[in-house]
């Protein structure tokens, strides 16, 4: 099997099998991530993917799941995709999930029809690391698309079937953007309807561009309440019915199979964390994360 390191996978999906069909990241440059930032962008030949998907027609041949590999992997275009996507018909022939992550901006150059038929082969659920609705925020962390892309591009895939995450980066905005950053995130992920919506708490890794606007004192980061207070923001404002987790923010278990349900006690849980929340354990945990 090729991998490239290094090797992202979405912990919340199976884990095995795994297909890397490309390295790195298309777009490399959102101001809070250094993941690939030593990958150049590549998709993998035909013949090294059929290769690897040999291999796993050994050693899985009944796999009825299988995530692709790296950051960004629908990217590519129809054309190829849908040739990828016969492969692994044709050696892991019982897949019912093709799982991956992807940019918003991913999607744009395919039409409905494209990924209707990109479903119909097993693509049915993906995950958009959109991290903000807020045109503000988006241009702050270079993120290269904006709220309206979203939109466009989340309504193509409600209409072709597909189902997908959405991901809010708590303290994304910072103390400058922070109510702009949750109101219009959670505006905008209620539009979309997502089947899930994830958040994840900023955390500032060495290396990174928004560490550096930091230093220069254009960005300045939310403390750990801050964090809180954002997060109960966008929560209380998010309305969609959807699955609700959160990581790399509190040790509070905020997951939900049905937000709307447990929205209160969300809401409340969190506004005891504000109140009660031991924030120099949560700094130090943060300050302690080396990677995602
Ligand atoms: S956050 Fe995702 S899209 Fe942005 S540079 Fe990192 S891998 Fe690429």
């Not at 629908?74 to 992807?102: C, M, Q, V, W």
């Not at 997502?194 to 960005?219: A, R, S």
Request: proline fraction near 3%; charged fraction near 25%.
């Amino acid at each position: 099997m090729h991998f490239t390191e290094p090797v992202y996978r979405n912990p919340y999906w199976p884990i095995y099998p795994l297909l890397e069909i490309t390295a790195g990241c298309t777009h490399n440059s959102c101001k809070f991530c250094t993941m690939y930032k030593d990958v150049k962008f590549k998709m993998h030949s035909l013949e090294q993917i059929e290769g690897d998907l040999k291999e796993l027609s050994k050693e899985c041949p009944d796999a009825k799941t299988i995530q692709l590999l790296s950051a960004n992997p629908f990217s590519l275009s129809f054309d190829r995709l849908f040739s990828i996507f016969e492969l692994i018909n044709k050696y892991l022939p019982h897949i019912e999930y093709i799982y991956g992550a992807t940019r918003v901006d991913d999607i744009c150059n395919k039409t409905v029809e494209e990924l209707k038929k990109l479903r119909d082969f097993n693509m049915r659920e993906i995950s958009l690391g959109v991290e903000s609705g807020d045109d503000g925020t988006l241009a702050t962390i270079n993120k290269g698309y904006c709220a309206t892309d979203i939109i466009e591009q989340c309504n193509k895939l409600n209409e072709a079937g597909i189902k997908f995450w959405m991901t809010f980066l708590n303290g994304a905005g910072g103390k400058e953007r922070t109510k702009n950053h949750a109101l219009n995130s959670a505006k905008i992920f209620s539009e979309c309807k997502p089947m899930l919506v994830g958040t994840g708490g900023l955390v500032l890794f060495d290396g990174t561009m928004l560490l550096k606007d930091m230093e220069k004192g254009v960005w300045t980061p939310l403390n750990e309440k801050e964090m809180l207070e954002e997060l109960l923001l966008f929560v209380e404002n998010l309305t969609c019915d959807c699955r609700f987790t959160s990581h790399h923010t509190v040790s509070l278990d905020l997951n939900t199979n049905d937000f709307l349900a447990n929205k209160d006690k969300i809401i409340k849980k969190l506004k005891e964390e504000i109140e009660y929340g031991d924030f120099c354990t949560m700094e130090k945990m943060r300050n302690n994360k080396r990677s995602l």
